[in-house]
């Protein structure tokens, strides 16, 4: 949880086990990347900044850390090149001696770029693996570089192109080292299906890769915070692990809105004799509110719409990709479609309209090579529990 709460909950063991991974070691191989997937405030950033870098730091590695995310108004490439070019700025001196020796064969472009290290960015005409090998050169060690919600870099043209060349700094820097140097790459999502496009198809740049899925906070997690929280309350007003973990697990394990029950159920500790109620209340009343505001974005859909959008919502529970214009997704709109009472026979021109029309209620992501998957895919999770009170 963020350091405002008072409460921060440690994960070492996950973070040595990733590390370990990271060059091999580990019951799990990440030598070739790691793309970590969970749902958006489930902790995955917090840990990433607690535990892993600080991990990787404690081991001797440069931890370079970008969130793409962090300013969606700018090109994903130029945030990854910003964040390289920041790491490179303690580095000037040993960068500028490299220039004048010049006895890597490798740093010749430096000869011929204008570098200015007073902004933190890299150079006109620098690649990426330009950089990120003058980096590793420059600070003799093995890099880390954490890229916090990469599925945004498929938005953009430039951004697929930093991947690709992420793929060729690492197939270079790798090449020919042991497991203790070159560069390491750790991809995070909060949508399994937007980061699986990165290792999806031939064309993407790491084909072949898999998705891991990121551990969820468990009941170390409440029975710490349980703990953190009785220490401020009387020793007759005391909240209970179990009741603190079930409103957790009815939140999705989301600390963020397991914090603002907590803040809502605070206010009536001056009444309360039963806090247990007062927690399973609270977290049901705000995923009710989380769930309307699906249910309404839903009831303003046409019904070729919902059908599209339920066959999506049912490829991404199967974690398969949807591909738009199959034979099969074809039939299986027509099939969702009868069931909703429609007799629209769809064709591609139809479900076509039906997925721009799904981008523009922000409820469909595209990437910019044509891939598409639910913006959210909690929306999965409540169509599926929608369905099945339809159905009774």
Not at 144 to 149: A, G
Not at 183 to 199: C, E
Request: hydrophobic letters at 40%; a neutral charge.
């Amino acid at each position: 949880m963020s350091k405002n709460t008072g409460f921060v909950f440690r994960r070492p063991s996950l973070a040595k086990s990733i590390a370990d991974g990271l060059v091999g070691a580990g019951i799990q191989d990440y030598v070739s990347g790691l793309f970590l997937a969970a749902p958006r405030r489930t902790g995955k950033s917090t840990f990433l900044r607690e535990d892993l870098i600080p991990e990787c730091e404690s081991r001797g590695w440069l931890a370079v850390y970008v969130d793409l995310w962090a300013n969606k108004q700018k090109d994903p490439a130029e945030l990854i090149a910003a964040a390289i070019g920041a790491a490179l700025v303690p580095y000037e001196k040993g960068i500028r001696k490299l220039a004048k020796s010049m006895g890597i064969e490798k740093l010749s472009f430096l000869r011929t770029l204008s570098w200015d290290f007073s902004k933190p960015q890299l150079p006109a005409g620098a690649t990426l693996t330009q950089a990120l090998e003058l980096l590793h050169s420059a600070a003799g060690k093995m890099i880390v570089l954490v890229i916090d919600e990469a599925q945004h870099a498929l938005t953009t043209e430039s951004g697929i192109n930093a991947m690709f060349g992420l793929k060729a700094a690492r197939d270079e820097l790798n090449q020919g080292r042991d497991n203790d140097g070159g560069l390491r790459l750790v991809f995070t999502g909060s949508n399994r299906d937007k980061l699986a496009h990165l290792v999806l198809s031939r064309n993407q740049p790491f084909y072949g890769s898999s998705i891991t899925p990121f551990p969820l906070l468990g009941k170390e997690f409440t029975q710490a915070y349980t703990v953190h929280l009785n220490a401020h309350l009387a020793q007759n007003n005391q909240f209970m692990p179990e009741d603190i973990d079930e409103a957790f697990e009815q939140l999705g394990r989301r600390p963020e809105m397991l914090r603002t029950v907590i803040a809502d159920v605070a206010l009536e500790l001056g009444e309360a004799s039963n806090l247990g109620e007062l927690l399973r209340n609270g977290a049901q009343l705000l995923r009710a509110g989380f769930w309307s505001e699906f249910e309404s974005a839903y009831n303003a859909l046409t019904v070729v719409q919902r059908a599209v959008l339920e066959v999506m919502a049912e490829r991404s529970q199967g974690n398969e990709p949807f591909a738009p214009f199959t034979d099969a997704t074809v039939l299986a709109v027509r099939k969702c479609l009868e069931i909703l009472g429609s007799d629209v026979a769809p064709g591609t021109q139809t479900i076509q309209a039906a997925i721009d029309a799904l981008r523009d209620k922000e409820l469909v992501w595209k990437s910019s090579r044509g891939a598409y998957a639910l913006e959210d895919k909690t929306f999965a999770e409540w169509l599926k529990q929608y369905r099945s009170q339809r159905r009774d």
